[in-house]
C-alpha cells in the first residue's frame, strides 16, 4: 500500500507559478504522475515520471511551462507549474504504481494509488 499526501495548491493569478509537492510513504513504484480535474470536465494527464530511470513524459498542452521531478531522500514528487492559465484551475492529484514496468502510457491513468488532491485556482 501507498499514501500519497499533495500539497502546494493554491490561488493565484494568470500566469503566476506553483510548485505542487506529493509525499509518498514508499517510494518502490515504477511510475508517479500528477493528473488535474476541473468540475465538470474529465481529469486529465499532465505529467509522469519513470521511478526506474529518467524518463518524463507531459501533455502537450504543458510541455514547456511544467516540470515534474523528484527528491527520492525525501520521498516526494514535485510538479513546477509556470505561466498559469484560468483553464488550468482544478484539482491536481498525485498517482503511483501503473500495474506494468514502464511508464510511456500513464496518461490512460490507471494507477493503483491516489492522492487526496490538492486545489489550484487561477484569477485573472
Known amino acids: 500500500q501507498v499514501q500519497l499526501e499533495e500539497s502546494g495548491g493554491g490561488s493565484v493569478q494568470v500566469g503566476g507559478s506553483l510548485r505542487l509537492a506529493c509525499a509518498a510513504s514508499r517510494y518502490r513504484v515504477n511510475c508517479m504522475g500528477w493528473f488535474r480535474q476541473a468540475p465538470g470536465k474529465e481529469r486529465e494527464g499532465v505529467a509522469a515520471q519513470f521511478t526506474g530511470g529518467s524518463y518524463t513524459y507531459y501533455a502537450d498542452s504543458v510541455t514547456g511551462r511544467f516540470t515534474i521531478s523528484r527528491d527520492n531522500d525525501k520521498n516526494t514528487l514535485y510538479l513546477q507549474i509556470k505561466r498559469l492559465k484560468p483553464e488550468e484551475s482544478a484539482m491536481y492529484y498525485c498517482?503511483?504504481?501503473?500495474?506494468?514496468?514502464?511508464?510511456?502510457?500513464?496518461?490512460?491513468?490507471?494507477?493503483?494509488?491516489w492522492g487526496q488532491g490538492t486545489q489550484v485556482t487561477v484569477s485573472s
Open positions: 498517482a503511483a504504481d501503473l500495474p506494468r514496468d514502464w511508464c510511456s502510457d500513464w496518461y490512460h491513468g490507471d494507477f493503483r494509488y
